[in-house]
């Protein structure tokens, strides 16, 4: 009993200093996502069209930063990691409902927010409309489907260094050259 009173403090450090980093780091990204145009309709609709290639490049740079950032701070026993579990039905439906809403209104979720800061009224009026209605429906039938839908194809909590039982970085560094030479390309192909 005395060493969970003695854990707590501990953990709250740890969860405080987790959201601190997150909301640090989604303030970045979000400059960033804005600076770059990402928050744009007609620079989204020209990805989605394959002639404007910004999007791409601009979601490339932060998966290779974003996973060099946070495994930095995992090693430096900043945040732990907490995977989540997946399955093929929960990415199927997922993808299906984030397609829809992209092909829909040309934002996602992320870009969204943004595009909210940047005073369009098409994502104050139909994106964030759309998050609630979506987050609402989700919640109601969630029960129904919790069991059925979104357990097929369960592949519970992966990662690629624990799938090929490695150290972190055998993954992250040769990914992160991957996607660093994969932009690279883009802008020498003039995309």
Known sequence: MEKNKQDKPGKNRVGRSQLLWGLLFGMI??????????????VIIGQLLLEDF???KIMLSAVATGMIGIYTMKNLGWVR??????????????????????????????????????????????GLTGIWLGA???????????????????FGTVTLPGLFKVNDW??????????????????????
């Open 29 to 42: 990204f979000g400059f960033l996502l804005q600076k770059g145009g990402a928050t744009k309709y007609d």
């Open 54 to 56: 910004t999007v791409i």
């Open 81 to 126: 990691l907490q995977p989540k579990p997946g399955s093929i039905g929960m990415s199927a439906i997922g993808g299906l409902i984030f397609g829809v809403g992209f092909a829909v209104l040309g934002y996602c979720p992320g870009t969204i927010a943004g595009a909210v800061g940047n005073g369009y009224l098409d994502a104050a009026a139909g």
């Open 136 to 154: 609402g429906i989700f919640a109601s039938i969630y029960p129904r489907v919790k069991e059925g839908i979104l357990k097929k194809g369960d």
């Open 170 to 191: 055998i993954v992250v560094i040769p990914m992160a050259v991957l996607l660093t030479l994969v932009m690279v390309w883009i802008e020498s192909a003039g995309l």
